[in-house]
């Protein structure tokens, strides 16, 4: 992949997720802030992507897996402390009594 | 060519363009109620989604050896497992700083992966080692370790100062701390091109300088700017991965990252928008408690009129509309439950009930919604500022239960205030308002609250949840709610 076409990834990734969340209810500021910090943990893939090129090198993998760690902490939290607060709004209003 | 060598690349580009697909598409249905938590799930799959792809991707081409799995498989049981305890035992009232611990490690993970990268060239990028190739890996190593490095102490000292574990050092509102903080900066900027240039060694500077940074630009910021703060990381945590994403090669990784990072810029956006205040002023300002002083504004009370759990009772009874102003003393308290009854209490009675939602209520925005929420308050009943405001004017009694700088009138009516400008809710207009309050202390900013001087405003001292429950034994005397 040529540096070039990479920048244009960036460029039309960024544009993306402006274009993404144009309204969002106050509601859900904090729910879609943690659901797309649980996404910012896909640099667990540049951790995979290490501990897979690291060969034997011990210090390497070492340092990959507490990566993976890292991220991994991230993401797995991430996703389920989201689904928990917004397990809360799918209470539909005619449920109470 | 043939077909079977070019299978893996082929399966790896179609994974990765539907994990794109449902990662957009995922962000997209979290910004709407109804399809929200579908929307989770959904990126959530797509995340395993990018995992399964890459993993292919690497036993069909390279394979991927015992001593890698081994790694790998310690790495994700360890952080997955950690990650799901921590989500599921964290109560709701500290979801903000459970956001920044997540993200502070997202962006440790960016850093490490740099700094692996660069202490250890990994094989595959000696194929073409042209000076050009080898430019953009330690431009893209050092962007990772810097924004990453900033990401992960920023988020760790926001997580601390909401904990209480931090208080605000005095130096740090004063004007030296932007000299330390330029000092930190030049010196990562140093460490930037010193790397660049081929010395190595310079990576550890660039790590301690933009660290320090990280912790000198966040340190200062306080109170209510805090979840800006936090959103502002989350944002830079996607820049972390779109930058790691160009260090491994990895165009998945530079789109996702790319979009967190413009999400994020977008939400800190609105958040700041909410309070009235630049992006500049909250990075650069101080917390609001400092700059109040120096105006002169923190006054001293001069009409204060406190009465007890039973008075309050009594004018809810006869009231035929009531206003729920809460705030974070609301989540200190733990009264979502509590509040919850004395509001039944009331609606059995065909009194009106509304929450009106101030959009930075809280230490984050949507904080008192989730909390509410999981008191069971039907979300038809929660209101927001722009629709509830001119409503305080039919209303019989405003219950603020502690909140306190988002219904401080002189945001509308001091201009020398530094809240002046803030949209805050308009409570003073109805014809009674109690706050329920553990004391005169100022709120977030500092500032003096000068509803609490107006003639038709009662204080209530005490625990939000203490006297929400004498005032269930008290509505219970009455006899509101029986029918």
Redesign the interface.
Known sequence: ?S?IS?LW??????????E??????????????????????????????????????V?????????????????????????????????K?S??K | MNFSMNLPVIIKFVIDLLAVLL??L???G????KS??D???L??FA?LL??IG??SY?LGT?G??I??WT??I???I???L???I???K?P?TS??E??AL??G??G???L??A???A??P???SLENVDF??SL?NEVSISVSIFVGAITFTGSIVAMAKLQGWLSTPSWTQSKVRHFVNIVFAVASFLAFFDLINGNTTSIWLLVIASSLLGIGVTLPIGGADMPVV??LL?SY??I???A????????????????????????TQ??CK?MNRSLLSVLFGGSLSAQSTASGSSGEYTNITSCSVEECALTLEAASKVIIVPGYGLAVAQAQHTLREVTKKLEQSGIEVVYA?H?VAGR????M??LL??A?V?????K?MDIVNPEFPSTDVVLVLGANDVVNPQAKNDSTSPLYGMPVLDVQEARTVFVIKRGMNAGYSGIKNDLFDLPNTSMVFGDAKQVLTEMIGELKDLGVGEK
């Open positions: 992949m540096f990479l990834v960036l460029l039309l990734g960024s544009l993306l997720g402006l993404l969340i144009g309204k969002v209810p106050p509601t859900l500021h904090t729910p879609l802030m943690s659901g797309a910090n649980a996404i910012s943990g896909i640099t667990m893939l540049a951790a995979l992507t290490l501990l897979v090129k690291a060969g034997g090198n210090p390497l993998l070492i340092i990959g897996s507490v990566s993976l760690g890292f991220a991994l902490f991230n993401v797995v939290g991430g996703f389920f402390v989201t689904d928990r607060m917004l397990a809360m709004f799918s209470r209003p449920n109470k | 990662l957009a995922g962000i997209k979290l910004s709407k109620v929200a938590r929307a989770n799930r990126a959530a995340m990018s995992v890459l993993l690497y390279s991927i050896a001593q890698s790694w790998i310690i790495g994700s360890i952080g997955s950690l990650g799901a921590l989500a599921k964290v709701m979801m903000p459970t956001v997540f993200n490690c997202g440790m993970s960016s490490l992966v700094l692996g990268v202490i250890f990994i094989s595959n050009f190739k953009i936090i959103s989350n945590s996607g972390a991965a779109a790691a994403g160009f260090v491994v090669d990895s165009q998945l990784l530079i789109v996702a990252g790319a979009m967190v990072g413009a999400a994020g810029l977008i939400l609105v958040m909410g939602i959009p984050m925005p949507g904080h919604n989730v929420a999981e069971d039907p979300y038809d009943q929660l927001e």
